[in-house]
């Protein structure tokens, strides 16, 4: 069962682990090992039904007992009565501080189903197995997970990391299309926050990408976790250089709590946010106006969203007032992220309320 | 208003912390200095109405706005909904990632506010004011926080250290005497399982404890502190030897879940455990029969139960039912602490049926 993969050290001492990746890449031996002989996979409906059965007899196959708790698709599921669901389940299925929790999903199953893991019996074992292109490169990797509440996003949830993250990109090939090419929002911003050749190879190698080309994805992919890896190896629990991850995402958060969630995917958001903050970094730090322009046109080439409509477009005052409440600046202003160039990038910019303004209407159409 | 303590630091690297004991103690101007401008104590509404006002005042000299949040007294306040409450009061009163939590209370405000700090926003400062004596000797220490569930005790959590915990020993003069009494359980466990010296001295001075004499108590305070400092120090997320914490406590936790939660004290029902431990470390390890009769003894003088009812207290059982149920022992045979003389412990023992049965048919009257 065990193939080939692309293995990153995501280098935290005690708390170190691997991020394999390759195709039908799956949880190792290792976890038996570690005197694991119960593991509940957590999943939502539509991966369940495709990938569930497989990872049951795959960890029936080193001798675990398993159950599986599905949850409804979707960010509404990021909740407390989801999370309790799991503690239910994993309780009915006899889990003790020696079992796994099993993530199998993306991005919701992976935060939902990792907070469940850190604080079920004060925390147990998590492998990461994420099966959408955004959990691959960005929300399985780093130990951040969380559910939401009525008044937004991520305000609960714990710094947890995974023993392991198994990206099998074969899953890549039943994503829907817009999750795909939503997840590739996070690929352009670690070409924008961190290394300008990945950048270029993702304008030369858009239409691979699209095509889901395994072997130019999977490199891509690897990249990614290579960088986040190298963040989250200096910065674990967002203290500092951590923020960077961030590129895009203050107004991209603003956007999809604006539009409610679901209606907007993360990327989609969070590509409007990048272009949006490439439009304040030309204001504010000097970003070339061919490296904004740069940054917009392979956001449009990917098929990724690139403005708001002016007409059912949310106002400016409300993503701004959205931008106060936001986690990462209550009861202070918001901070951005913001490129100096393509592959370099400040976190913890204060911007005037006039270049944001300014900014914000160089998006809307 | 900082007076005199006694300082007692628990070592744990970059997460090491100070518990400080004495009369009229509370969070000290380092909290101020750490950037905190916003705090939520949490309380419940016994403590709330003689404590509240008080702790808000302190911290409003520390220049910091205050919030408080009141739950009920009691063990079904380690609940999600309570938990939820939390949040949301953190999020009213504007709590960011700078901000603190106060747990100003017994051990469940403790557990509660903790937990509920350790996830707020992934994590924010806590401060651990407890207002019991088996908070200031137990649960207020350590780092262990969380919240029960319909299945059980403390299904839900983590491990979390505060930055500080202030035990003002004036606040033992509002306990009720049941559950002051119920905390002597803790006290006399330090003694059993690492401190026969101590053991001594609360033979000595049970009447001066009686008394909540505060010179008296301080001291054994401290003392119990220092061993949990050490304890924890060497096994934070209990690996091994902070197993050792758990003496009295595999009867005792199925004995409250037996008499349902509240309706016998968490201290009383260790109380009863550590009778039943002494018998079966007789049986099992060879603690002299004095020494057994000691630890019933002093157990006895503190007011605190010995032994259950033939009539109405729970079978044999329906109690070993719940212990295979335990968290600590979910999927294997209950593991006891025992002890081999007062003042050394093992951990980790498995005992035959017949002892634990004959051990428990001893504590019947």
């Not at 503690?87 to 889990?95: D, I, M, N, T, W």
């Not at 996003?153 to 993250?165: D, H, I, T």
């Not at 891509?220 to 910065?235: L, M, Q, S, T």
């Amino acid at each position: 069962m065990r193939q080939a993969s692309r293995d990153i050290k995501v280098e935290l001492g005690d708390r170190s682990y691997l991020i394999r990746i390759g195709r039908g890449v799956r949880p190792g031996e290792w976890l038996r090992e570690t005197g694991a002989r119960k593991a509940l996979i957590v999943s939502d409906s539509n991966v369940d039904a495709i990938y569930g059965a497989d990872m049951e007899t795959h960890l029936r196959g080193l001798a675990m007992d398993t159950a599986r708790c599905v949850v409804p698709p979707g960010e509404l599921s990021k909740s407390v009565p989801m999370l309790e669901k799991i503690y239910h389940s994993a309780l009915a299925a006899g889990l003790d501080r020696a079992s796994a929790m099993v993530a199998l999903g993306g991005g919701v199953v992976g935060d939902l189903a990792g907070f469940a893991a850190a604080t079920y019996l004060r925390g147990i074992r998590l492998v990461q197995v994420p099966t959408s292109l955004l959990a691959m490169v960005d929300s399985s990797v780093g130990g951040k997970t969380g559910i939401n509440l009525a008044e937004g996003k991520n305000l609960v949830g714990a710094f947890y990391q995974p023993s392991e993250v198994c990206a099998d990109m074969d899953t890549l090939g039943t994503l829907p299309a817009r999750e795909y090419v939503s997840g590739l929002a996070e690929v352009v911003k670690y070409g924008v926050i961190w290394d300008g050749m990945l950048f270029r190879r993702l304008e030369r190698e858009a239409g691979k990408l699209l095509a889901r080309d395994t072997d130019a994805t999977g490199e891509i992919v690897a990249r990614c976790c290579e960088i986040k890896a190298e963040i989250v190896g200096v910065d674990e629990l967002e203290a500092g250089m951590r923020a960077l991850l961030n590129f895009g995402h203050t107004l991209g958060h603003a956007l999809e709590q604006a539009a409610g969630y679901g209606a907007l995917l993360h990327g989609e958001a969070v590509a409007i946010g990048m272009v949006f903050a490439a439009e304040v970094s030309a204001a504010k730090r000097g970003l070339p106006a061919a490296e904004r322009d740069r940054i917009r046109a392979l956001i449009e080439a990917l098929g990724l969203p690139a403005g708001v409509s002016g007409d059912s477009g949310p106002s400016w005052g409300a993503l701004r007032g959205a931008m106060s409440a936001d986690k990462k600046s209550r009861g202070s202003r918001p901070r951005f992220v913001l490129a100096d160039a393509i592959g370099k990038a400040a976190f913890g910019c204060e911007v005037e309320e006039e270049i944001l303004e300014e900014a914000y209407a160089k998006i809307v159409r």
